[in-house]
């Protein structure tokens, strides 16, 4: 039988799709900001393999000399970004919802057992509450990968006034190669969360939304209280 | 029991199905959620297409950009400016030797030192007319810090010259220090910084006419340029020629180019 199951709160729903544009806005802005400087690249053994970003993916976006335009978009969206950070974790503390998302201890060894079952490697996943060990790494990670960019973020941005946050972070170049290093990582985990939230299929993601999912519950069978012999004696 | 009976007998309703109420909670979260994803999307079309600001002081930024950039610099200076908070310096063994040349809009080429004297405008309305030897007879600071450029880069460098405060101490500007903002430009007037007073007097603020160990040449603001280590180099205005003060913010060449008239750090 078809049962409702009560699954992501209203407020769960809401930030990630607060979370959403404005990530996506704040990615882009900052692009507008690299754009003026863009001197990362990965290079190992003196050869570069990846260069941020080739001229082509620039002239199909419209990057090109919008710098200050990134800035004032950035500096308008480091808002929204911040509050609505601020207000989940806020309400995963309040609401106690924190215990599912948090790893425990045997988080770390179960993730890796869910990533073999996740790449049919292994049949069974192991046992799990709301989120399973990897989600759950996940998850807790992405909230502190974005604690990190206001960090580092604020590093960039005030250097003189917050001078112990960019000591924090090593140092006013560090701080910015920290911050974009973060936003590949939000790019990384759009990648495979998409991913997943496709092959977990609609019901999954209907939740996200609706906050409920169907479950198809088994008739409870009745169970006949026979008492047993140990019982028996007690009595 | 009353209310069983009320016109509406709801009790004679049958009770929704799961499949009803599946349906039901469905169509009102995807209505709410589209209706959200609609209003954010008109939202950020409103923003995007918003009109470019009427150019004066500032110019060139979106309209409420404008608003949220001078709003949010506002908050952090208030929150966080203190003049006590200096900028981080390095050993002088680690400033490059090259400096990076950027840009010399307004201070190109070299200037022959008995055509330049700095003009400073008192409120009095009398002009101080300055020579390179009389700034340089002034106690030398020197500096060796991260400069930064609002591009994104930065660069240790070393420079030297008269810290500002000194400057205005001794050219006996105190009434001049009272005022908001410092304006300063190139003699040929094509590139202009205003400074908000408190970090023009901030104790690192210099009035440069050396790096490293030589006087300053045509690519970094020969004769004397300005170093202000709590902004970005935008406001480093090479080659200076007049300085003026004000309650009102003077023009600034960037802030007329969509940067924040403020930029500071």
């Known amino acids: ?235 | 029991m009353k209310n069983l009976f009320s016109k509406k007998n709801k009790s004679s309703k049958k009770p929704i199905t799961v499949e009803q109420n599946i349906n039901r909670k469905n169509f009102i979260s995807f209505t709410i959620f589209g209706v959200y994803a609609a209003s954010a999307y008109s939202g950020w079309r409103w923003l995007y297409k918003s009109q470019i600001e009427t150019a004066g002081i500032t110019a060139g930024a979106h309209k409420p950009l404008r608003r949220a950039l001078n709003k949010t610099e506002l908050f952090f200076r208030r929150l966080t400016f203190n003049e006590n908070h200096l900028v981080k310096t390095y050993p002088r063994s680690m400033a490059a030797k090259k400096i990076r040349h950027n840009s010399d809009i307004g201070s190109g080429g070299v200037l022959p030192p008995e055509f330049w004297k700095l003009k400073v405008k008192k409120i009095s309305g009398e002009t101080l007319q300055i020579t390179l030897d009389e700034l340089m007879k002034l106690p030398k600071t020197a500096i060796t810090y991260d400069f930064k450029c609002v591009e994104g880069w930065d660069q240790i460098s070393h420079w030297e010259g008269v810290s500002f405060r000194d400057f205005m101490a001794n050219f006996k500007l105190e009434a001049e220090s009272k005022l908001e903002y410092v304006g300063m430009e190139t003699p040929d007037k094509r590139y202009y910084v205003g400074i908000d007073m408190p970090s023009a007097m901030h104790p690192q603020t210099l009035l440069a006419y050396q790096m490293n160990d030589e006087p300053l040449n045509g690519n970094h603001g020969q004769p004397l340029r300005l170093i202000i280590p709590v902004k970005y180099g935008i406001k480093n205005l090479k080659r200076i020629g007049t300085i003026t003060f004000s309650n009102n913010r003077p023009y600034d060449y960037w802030a007329e180019q969509g940067y924040d008239y403020y930029s500071g750090l």
């Not at chain 1, 988080?107 to 990897?134: C, G, M």
């Not at chain 1, 996940?138 to 580092?152: D, E, P, Q, W």
């Not at chain 1, 985990?189 to 998409?194: A, D, K, S």
């Open chain 1, 1 to 235: 039988m078809k049962a409702i199951k009560e699954k992501h709160p209203l407020v769960m729903r809401w930030t990630h799709w607060v979370n959403f544009p404005v990530l996506a806005i704040m990615i882009w802005s900052g692009m507008l900001i690299y754009w003026a400087n863009d001197e990362y690249r990965i290079t190992i053994f003196g050869h570069t393999y990846v260069r941020f970003f080739p001229d082509w993916y620039y002239k199909l976006l419209h990057i090109p000399a919008r710098l200050a335009e990134g800035m004032a978009f950035h500096f308008l969206f480091m808002w929204f970004f911040a509050l609505n950070g601020f207000f989940y974790v806020l309400y995963t503390m309040i609401s106690g919802e924190w215990r599912q998302l948090v790893p425990s201890r045997h988080s770390f060894k179960e993730a890796w057992l869910v990533l073999l079952h996740d790449l049919h490697i292994r049949k069974t996943a192991p046992p799990q509450d709301k989120y399973n060990a990897a989600q759950r790494i996940a998850y807790t990670a992405i909230i502190i990968m974005g604690f990190g960019s206001l960090v580092t973020g604020f590093a960039i941005y005030k250097p003189v006034q917050f001078y112990y946050l960019t000591w924090l972070c090593g140092g006013y170049h560090l701080a910015r190669i920290w911050h974009f290093v973060l936003t590949i990582g939000y790019v990384l985990f759009f990648v495979i969360h998409i991913v997943q939230v496709i092959l977990a299929g609609w019901n999954n993601f209907r939740s996200v939304i609706s906050g409920f999912e169907v479950v198809n519950e088994e008739p409870k069978p009745i169970i006949e209280n026979i008492p047993t012999s140990d019982e028996k004696s007690i009595q």
